[in-house]
């Protein structure tokens, strides 16, 4: 697919136009995981440590959220979603989302290009986790991997391809960034419907972790 053909599909899944209900909902359920997120960061010393051991919980819990309205036009927001990657395998959600950023930040030790594109590499996981409950964190990992191969370049460019988007948004007080939010997250889900689609999901095995880079 094309970046126009995803930011089309995009706009499908919100309901067409800025103001449709199911757009609200999705810039409604941004807002909610980064106030809930502030709130727990503002905390001294225990705030960075927690936001970051429930990122992954959140990043689950928004792709359980999205991908049914993706699937769907019949399919009703329900934000009671956003919370289920604390309640349905919080653990297996956790590391998931700390062992990301670990491994992102070892990566990004090498030169910060490869931090980047392992960021790309594992960004796919808390989908792949929402779509297979089963597998453990490091297999959504793993599948991630496997299936953003030789896509990752397109997932940067479909980034890329809203910063007039951005610029908009940041000129109308910093308030239109909420709406590009979501937007660029119903694109991400068109980028990884279409890469699923693409390349069929395989039984995933557990598999040597080539992820970090040997420390020194």
């Known amino acids: 697919m094309t970046l126009s ?4 599909r995009a706009r499908q899944y919100l309901g067409g136009h800025i103001f449709s209900g ?3 909902y999705v810039l409604l359920a941004g807002l909610i995981i980064g106030a809930i997120s502030t709130a727990i960061s503002a905390f001294p010393g225990v705030g960075a440590i927690a936001t970051l051991l429930l990122s992954g919980a959140f990043a689950v819990g928004l792709a359980l959220f999205l991908l049914p309205l993706a699937r769907s036009a019949d399919a009703q927001p329900e934000l009671g979603k ?3 990657g604390f309640t349905e395998g919080f653990v297996e959600n956790m590391l998931l989302g700390l062992m990301t950023a670990i491994f992102t930040f070892l990566w990004s030790l090498l030169f910060i290009i490869p931090g980047i594109v392992k960021g790309f590499a594992y960004s ?3 989908y ?4 297979h409950p089963e597998y453990t964190w490091k297999q959504c990992l793993d599948e991630s991997i496997r299936i953003t191969r ?3 370049m397109r997932l940067f460019l479909l980034q890329l ?3 007039g988007w951005i610029i908009v948004g940041a000129l109308a007080f910093g308030i239109g960034i909420l709406w590009v939010d979501a937007y660029m997250s119903a694109a991400t889900v068109s980028y990884y419907e279409s890469i699923r689609d693409e390349l069929p999901s395989e039984k995933v095995e557990e ?3 080539e992820e970090a880079p040997a420390a020194e």
């Open 82 to 84: 956003l919370f289920n």
């Open 150 to 152: 030789g896509h990752k």
């Open 128 to 131: 792949i986790r929402a779509d």
């Open 5 to 8: 053909e995803h930011r089309a």
């Open 161 to 163: 391809s809203f910063i």
């Open 207 to 209: 598999s040597p972790t």
């Open 124 to 126: 796919m996981a808390p």
């Open 22 to 24: 199911r757009w609200m």
